[in-house]
């Protein structure tokens, strides 16, 4: 049982959505982790938490305002325990802030493992995914980063007094709601885990600016053409197979990752993003197969069997050149990873 330990260790990865014409839909897990080493302390003791990585001058460590541990709560309260149990957590995150990699999810995620681990809940997989989607309504970032790998997903339709309760510690604002933690109903979200070919790897070029998931989101129309609802949904049929395949279709999984219901509504928002879309091919780069923005961007995602190094360039070269002095940016190379989340315990 959970509760004989006093250490644990819960490591989360870090993920991309919206991948090609998946919008809201495809997502994958990456080799980029944000962990939580917790160690019990004495009855009665305050929670000690400390941070180091990105955002560590920002990020707040009071328990009621930070993410991760604000959804613990969340989830323990509805479980009958007021508040979180005493512990000392660290906080590592290596995943930048605002920028399409999925950070929010991650803590999310992670708040709701770490409820798990120090309220000994034994709650299954499927179980926290509810309690993630109480809080980020995006399953295609909880989803690989619960469960790992390449994952498609989506959300049953809730009721409108399921949707917005304020007690709930939303990763993005609310608007109105109960007043008393609701317990999620059982099978918010749906997933299933995707083939992937293993030569194939991530190039994530993070550029040095932030593009907010409001924002991104507010830019998107009411009503797409039927034409663009269909471009999309060819693709993301011939996609999901061919990125299990091995030897790649370069060809094919090139023309499959374009996408007609997000990425040209967002292009104005990443300064250089339609150019590398258009200018960055697998006849001119081999070993590209796709690109697409990562997320609600700006972070730009390159999938490539190799030439990573060379291909990451050509994408911050286009970001450097933009005007007024263009935007300096860092990249990494990332493995697609099967596993997901996990809680290891400790003596």
């Known amino acids: 049982m959970a509760s004989t ?60 305002k930070n993410l991760i541990t604000k959804t613990a709560i969340y989830v323990l309260s509805t479980h009958g325990v007021p508040t979180l149990p005493p512990l000392k957590i660290h906080v590592n995150n290596p995943i930048p802030l605002g920028r399409g990699l999925g950070s929010s999810g991650s803590a999310v995620v992670a708040g709701v493992l ?46 409108p007094e399921e949707l917005e309760p304020v007690s709930i510690p939303r990763s993005e604002p609310t608007r109105n709601g109960a007043q008393q933690p609701p317990v999620p109903v059982t099978d918010i979200g749906h997933y299933i885990q995707l083939g ?19 924002d991104a989101r507010a830019v998107l129309p009411d009503m797409y053409e039927r034409a663009d609802v269909i471009y999309n949904l060819q693709r993301i049929a011939v996609l999901t197979t061919a990125l299990s395949r091995s030897p790649i279709n370069t060809d094919l999984v090139y023309k499959a990752m374009t996408d007609k219901v997000h990425q040209p509504y967002r292009k104005h928002l990443i300064p250089g993003m339609a150019e590398m879309l258009e200018q960055i091919t697998p006849k001119k780069y081999p070993g590209m197969v796709g690109i697409c923005l ?54």
Not at 197 to 213: G, L, Q, S
Not at 318 to 325: A, D, L, Y
């Open 5 to 64: 330990h006093n250490k644990f260790k819960i490591t989360v990865p870090a993920t991309s959505a919206n991948i090609g014409p998946g919008f809201d839909v495809l997502g994958i897990a990456f080799s980029l982790y944000l962990t939580l080493e917790c160690e019990r302390l004495p009855a009665g003791s305050p929670v000690q938490m400390t941070y180091e990585g990105e955002g560590a001058k920002d990020v707040p460590l009071v328990p009621e």
């Open 114 to 159: 770490l409820a798990n681990a120090a309220g000994n809940l034994n709650m299954t997989n499927d179980r926290m995914l509810d309690y993630c989607l109480m809080v980020e309504r995006h399953p295609d970032n909880v989803a690989p980063a619960l469960f790992g790998g390449f994952v498609a997903s989506f959300l049953r339709e809730l009721e």
């Open 196 to 214: 992937w070919a293993p030569e194939i790897k991530a190039v994530a070029v993070i550029p040095d600016f932030e593009v907010a998931t409001e």
């Open 294 to 347: 990562s997320g609600a961007g700006p972070t730009i995602l390159v999938l490539a069997t190799e030439n990573f190094d060379k291909i990451a360039a050509a994408v911050q070269e286009i970001f450097e050149r933009q005007p007024n002095g263009g935007y300096k940016s860092m990249y990494k190379v990332l493995d697609v990873v099967k596993e997901g989340a996990q809680t290891q315990y400790f003596d």
